[in-house]
């Protein structure tokens, strides 16, 4: 068995692990999307 302690370090990192993957993971439709004329993006489901 390990112990498991939740210290105010690991909360940082967690959260600024999760944001980092968020950004990633967004950007590339988000840079897609900017490239889609207006209509074509709203028209494309």
Do not use: N
């Given at each position: 068995?390990?112990?498991?302690?939740?210290?105010?370090?690991?909360?940082?990192?967690?959260?600024?692990?999760?944001?980092?993957?968020?950004?990633?993971?967004?950007?590339?439709?988000?840079?897609?999307?900017?490239?889609?004329?207006?209509?074509a993006?709203?028209?494309?489901?």
């Open positions: 068995m390990f112990k498991f302690e939740m210290s105010p370090k690991l909360v940082e990192q967690g959260l600024v692990q999760g944001m980092l993957i968020g950004l990633i993971g967004g950007l590339l439709p988000a840079f897609r999307a900017a490239r889609l004329p207006i209509i993006g709203l028209a494309e489901r």
